[in-house]
């Protein structure tokens, strides 16, 4: 879909150092504080062009956003795997680069990976966010996310709660 300067469009295997590129700046900006600094950049390693390769020979489902013809987000989403709650789709992880935050891409990319959850018949969609991460729990807020629960994540030494976030099928878009 073209938007102006902006389109979205599922991800090809040659988005790879893209894909790692903008994960790598947008997690330094976002959980820099929030995962200590070793652990971060051990995490950032691991997700580099070959494991975005992979991911996308596996069909992991990407979606990217592309201002003036460069990748400026991307939102990975699928089946959801939090089975203890009635919704079947999940946006796994939305990224936009620190220098395109703020400009409405995001609710762009959250709209387009949404919609491509329902047109696979996923019912309803949650999102599991760092519930320190303010940004991005307004954002969802402002999308009509509806809290669900708190829960746990242990990252190398530390226990950090997430936020879940939900909208059933009903909601509007």
Do not use: C
Not at 6 to 32: G, K, M, N
Not at 86 to 95: R, T
Not at 117 to 135: C, E, F, P, Q, T
């Amino acid at each position: 879909m073209s938007l102006g300067l902006t389109a979205l469009r599922p991800a090809r295997h040659d988005d790879a150092e893209a894909l790692a590129i903008i994960h790598e700046d947008a997690w330094r900006s976002t959980y820099r504080g929030v995962i200590d600094g070793l652990e971060l950049e051990r995490m950032i390693s691991r997700r580099g062009p070959k494991w975005w390769r992979t991911a996308l020979s596996r069909g992991v489902r990407i979606q990217i956003l592309e201002v003036a013809g460069v990748a400026a987000g991307y939102a990975t989403y699928g089946r959801s795997r939090m089975r203890e709650l009635p919704f079947e789709g999940e946006i796994y992880e939305l990224y936009i680069r620190p220098d395109h935050q703020g400009l409405g891409f995001g609710a762009e990319l959250f709209d387009a990976a949404r919609a491509a959850l329902d047109r696979s018949r996923l019912s309803g969609l949650a999102i599991r966010v760092l519930k320190d991460n303010d940004a991005a729990v307004g954002f969802y807020l402002r999308r009509g996310g509806q809290v669900l629960m708190t829960s746990r994540e242990r990252i190398a030494q530390t226990s950090l709660e997430l936020t879940v976030f939900g909208w059933f099928a009903d909601d509007a878009g």
